[in-house]
């Protein structure tokens, strides 16, 4: 086990709290970390299982796919890893992947969206589906009315682990009542409701899909590049 020490001379900091979100952005199982703060609360300490620190080769499924030749290569496992996408053009693959790795998915999330709906059912494989329509179908699933890409299935858990740091307003999705009214289970309705505006809490503060898609768009059009 390794072990590392976290204090403070103010004493005006939650040092476990602080612990925990070191804890959070680095990824580490928490069934293998231990976090105890000594009497008189003047320090954390923090013990780690050492499998965790060990260098490991990145997870090509979970890494961000930036560049042409990024998109390439994840493209070309997109079509060793799914049959029905063997008889798409290749173009037409990379330029229907390429918006989704521009909002941020990697290489697991498309996999994930090839073969489950945005609700979490199962598309249908097997023959007849198949092809670029059936490609464009079932990524047409992953997108809002307004043709905004959605957050990706690891966005979302990224979302959900901050929520459950952090926190949502207690009466977020509750019934409409006046005040003193008995507090009731929300209904369905509400409970999606609630669903979304969790997610537009989240995002509030981050670009959306268009605005980064046009970002990119105006930033390639002023690009000079070199003619061999």
Known sequence: MAEFRISSDTGDLDLRRLAADLVESQGWARDQVS???NRGGGDVVVTVDTALLEKRAPDPLAASVHTRSDVH???ETLRRSDP???GVDFAELRDE????????????DLLHALGHR???AQWPQGEGYEGVEWLQHRLRNWKSETGDIRPSVSQEGAQMRIVGRIGLPDDLGAPADGPGAP???AS?????????DARRLMRAQSR???DSLEHRDRTAAHITRRRH
């Open 97 to 108: 992947a390429a918006r989704f790795f521009a909002a941020g998915w990697t290489l697991g």
């Open 73 to 75: 290569r994840a493209c």
């Open 118 to 120: 945005h609700d979490g």
């Open 208 to 210: 959306t899909t268009s």
């Open 84 to 86: 029905s996408l063997r």
């Open 188 to 196: 369905p309705q509400a409970a999606r409701a609630a669903a979304d």
């Open 35 to 37: 976090i105890w703060q």
């Open 183 to 185: 507090r009731r289970a």
